[in-house]
């Protein structure tokens, strides 16, 4: 029997889930103030004091994070359960571990997945018995994985199951696409369970904290005060995000094969190369660096192993891109070039990008993408594919590239290159121009 202090209905439920032998992942998701990190440092600590000598990982994308604010919640819990130290823990601030006085450790671990560590092999030696990820939407999909791997360290000895608990406030990316989506539509796989929390679930909280809620903007209010999943991130956005997503469940409408290139900028950002049947992405090629040779070599030779006609094959001539398409004599994309059609656009650019929201939205591109990393910057940059200056009388725009760069910190590279794909969507049949 595990130990209990005074909680919520919400995380009653939520041990419930804890103590079962179904559930292996729980997300106890919502609005700020729901009790949902007193849940998560409360379980760990009351699995500590019932199983002798287990390992647990207490995580968040940042060490600092966690320490600075989880940490101090543990430290709470502690105290309401009259849990004394040295007594009956203590903390290694060096070491980041919380030892039990009856063998048991809590690991305070970073998961953020940083260029050096895209696998996240730190964690490959570690074995757990329970792992809990706080603002776990903060993480990349990959790292939940890695974790969930690790959940193996006396379960049979306990007779437990793997168990991963998370928590998080509303956001549009694999939290919601695993858990809330699935819940909503009554499809939550039996593995996985959803909590949704609210500021009104704790009746511990302060009065004021929830006033200090109702003054947020609009956006974060919807997300932090009412626990809003299906918030829009902006009223611009021209690609629906349920539409992103399900670009990675199904194939999209084939006929033809083209080759797309976005080319890295004088060295710095990625170069990514895409092989189409008609609008199904069938292969995703990144390069972190590379010479125009090499590239240029690359996409011959997938031309020739997928018999794609020199016309189908594209690459911006930004920078320098000139030097691939001088190469291989295939057709460029300049990006500031005008609008096919003299249609009212800002650039052939725009037009692209208002073509490739269009067929997204009606369900016409397939991508096949095993790659978690890859699919998640995929969605994280078209979901910025948004109109500027809607309200003014101008020709069609979208937010730049260098105020895209600010928001996700790096180049939107998949995205150029899905978008240029729609030049020959565009351009009429049997009118492409090698240059």
């Given amino acids: 029997m595990l130990i209990k202090t005074t909680l919520t209905n919400k995380q009653e439920l ?39 000598g287990i390992r647990c990982l207490l995580g968040r994308a940042s060490l600092s994070s966690l320490k600075s604010t989880t940490l101090n919640t543990l430290f709470e819990v502690c105290e309401q359960w009259n849990l004394i130290t040295p007594k009956h823990y203590k903390y290694n601030g060096h070491t980041n571990v919380i030892s039990f006085w009856n063998g048991s450790e809590i690991y305070l671990k970073d998961l953020f997945q940083y260029p050096s560590d895209r696998n996240f092999d730190s ?31 006396k379960l049979d000895e306990y007779n437990l199951i793997p168990k991963l608990l998370l928590t998080c406030n509303p956001s549009k990316n694999w939290t919601y696409t695993d858990f809330y989506r699935p ?14 929390a609210l500021v009104d679930d704790n009746e511990n909280i302060s009065k004021h904290y929830k006033e200090q809620l109702g003054k947020l903007d609009k956006l974060s ?11 829009d991130a902006t009223d611009d956005s021209l690609i629906d995000y349920d539409a992103i997503v ?11 094969k083209y080759i797309s290139c976005d080319v890295a900028r004088f060295g710095s950002d990625k170069s990514v190369v895409m092989l189409f049947n008609g609008l199904n992405v069938e292969l995703i090629k990144t390069f972190d660096k590379n010479t125009i040779t090499e590239l240029a070599d690359y996409i011959k030779d997938l031309q020739q192993q997928n018999q794609v006609p020199l016309r189908n094959i594209i690459c911006d001539t930004d920078g320098v891109g000139s030097g691939v398409t001088d190469i291989l004599r295939c057709q460029s994309f300049v990006n500031n070039a005008k609008p096919l059609r003299k249609e ?10 208002y073509t490739l929201a269009k067929k997204i939205n009606e369900g016409q591109i397939g991508i096949d993408c095993p790659d978690i990393n890859i699919k998640e910057c995929i969605i994280e940059e078209l979901e910025q ?35 240029m794909r729609m030049y020959y969507e565009i351009k009429p049949s049997g009118k492409y121009f090698v240059q």
């Fill in 183 to 196: 819940y909503k539509n009554k499809e939550l796989p039996k593995h996985r369970k959803f909590i949704q």
């Fill in 385 to 419: 594919v948004r109109a500027k200056n809607q309200d003014k009388d101008a020709k069609l725009q979208i937010i730049p590239k260098d105020t895209i760069k600010a928001l996700i910190g790096r180049s939107p590279d998949y995205a150029d290159a899905l978008a």
């Fill in 344 to 353: 009212n656009y800002q650039n052939l650019k725009t037009q692209c990008f």
């Fill in 123 to 153: 964690l490959g030696s570690m074995e757990l018995t329970i792992a809990a990820i706080d603002e776990c939407n903060q993480i990349t999909e990959k790292a939940k994985q890695i974790v969930s791997s690790r959940l193996r360290y």
């Fill in 14 to 52: 939520a041990f419930e889930y804890l103590n079962d032998k179904e559930t292996s992942e729980i997300l106890f998701g919502g609005g700020a103030g729901g009790g949902k990190s007193f849940f998560l440092c409360s379980a760990l600590i009351a699995h500590c004091l019932t199983y002798k």
């Fill in 246 to 256: 399900s670009l990675f469940d199904k194939k999209g409408i084939e006929g033809n």
């Fill in 221 to 231: 209010k919807e997300r932090l005060l009412f626990g809003n999943w299906e918030y």
